[in-house]
C-alpha cells in the first residue's frame, strides 16, 4: 500500500523562524516521485518541488530545503527565515499512478 | 498561472441533480488527472486519462465518470449528487505520466444544497 504521513497537523512560529515540515512515505515500489506543494489561502495548488526515487540529493532552493533520506522514508522541507506569505497548507505526496497526499500541514507564520 | 484551464470556479446546485466539470490541460500534456478536495477526506485522486484512454483509476464513486476528448479536455461527470459530494475538485495535468510535476488548474468548488 502507498500511503504519506504528514504528523504535524498545525505549526506556529514567528517570523524568521527556521520551521520543518515532516512527511514520511510507504511504498513498496522501487521507482516512484515525491512531491510537495503550498496551498495558499486562495486555494490553488503550488507546485514546490518533485524528487525521484533515485536522486537523493538534497535540494536547496532560496529560503527552501529538502531533505531527502530512503533509508527513513523521509522527505522533508525546510523554510528557513520564514515569512508571512509562507502561511499556507504543505502537502507531500507519492506519485505512481496518480499522486497519494498527505493530510497537510497548516503553517501560520505570525509578524 | 499553471496553464491548467478548469471551468466553472464555482457551481452550487441541488441534490439529485448532474454536473459537468471541465478541464483543459497545458498546452502539450497528454495526461490529465481528477482529484477532489473535502474537509473529511483530504486531497485524493480520482483518475487519470492518458491520450485519451483511462489509465489510472483511485476513489472515484460509481456516479462519478469522466472522460478526455480528442483535443485533450478532460470532463468530470458528477451524477446523483449527495450533500458529501461537497468538495473542490481539481485537474492536473502533465507531459508524461509517470515522471512529469503535475500542474494543478484553480480547482471548481462544488456546493450541493
Known amino acids: 500500500a502507498q500511503k504519506v504521513t504528514q504528523a504535524q497537523t498545525e505549526i506556529s512560529v514567528v517570523e524568521k523562524e527556521d520551521v520543518t515540515l515532516d512527511c514520511v512515505y510507504e511504498?513498496?515500489?522501487?521507482?516512484?516521485?515525491l512531491f510537495w506543494y503550498k496551498q495558499p489561502p486562495s486555494g490553488e495548488l503550488v507546485f514546490l518541488i518533485r524528487r525521484n526515487s533515485f536522486d537523493e540529493q538534497n535540494e536547496i532552493s532560496g529560503r527552501y530545503s529538502w531533505n531527502f533520506q530512503k533509508s527513513t522514508s523521509s522527505f522533508n522541507f525546510t523554510i528557513t527565515a520564514s515569512q508571512v506569505v509562507d502561511s499556507a497548507v504543505y502537502f507531500c505526496a507519492l506519485s505512481l499512478l496518480g499522486m497519494r497526499f498527505g493530510a497537510g500541514t497548516r503553517l501560520t507564520v505570525k509578524p | 498561472d499553471s496553464g491548467v484551464t478548469q471551468t466553472p470556479k464555482h457551481l452550487i446546485t441541488a441534490t439529485g441533480q448532474r454536473v459537468t466539470l471541465r478541464c483543459s490541460p497545458r498546452s502539450g500534456d497528454l495526461s490529465v488527472y481528477w482529484y477532489q478536495q473535502s474537509l473529511d477526506q483530504g486531497l485524493q485522486f480520482l483518475i487519470q486519462y492518458y491520450n485519451g484512454e483511462e489509465r489510472a483509476k483511485g476513489n472515484i464513486l460509481e456516479r462519478f465518470s469522466a472522460q478526455q476528448f480528442p483535443d485533450l479536455h478532460s470532463e468530470l461527470n458528477l451524477s446523483s449528487l449527495e450533500l458529501g459530494d461537497s468538495a473542490l475538485y481539481f485537474c492536473?495535468?502533465?507531459?508524461?505520466?509517470?515522471?512529469?510535476?503535475?500542474?494543478f488548474g484553480q480547482g471548481t468548488r462544488l456546493t450541493v444544497v
Open positions: 492536473a495535468s502533465s507531459a508524461d505520466p509517470f515522471t512529469e510535476e503535475a500542474f
Open positions: 511504498t513498496r515500489d522501487t521507482t516512484y516521485y
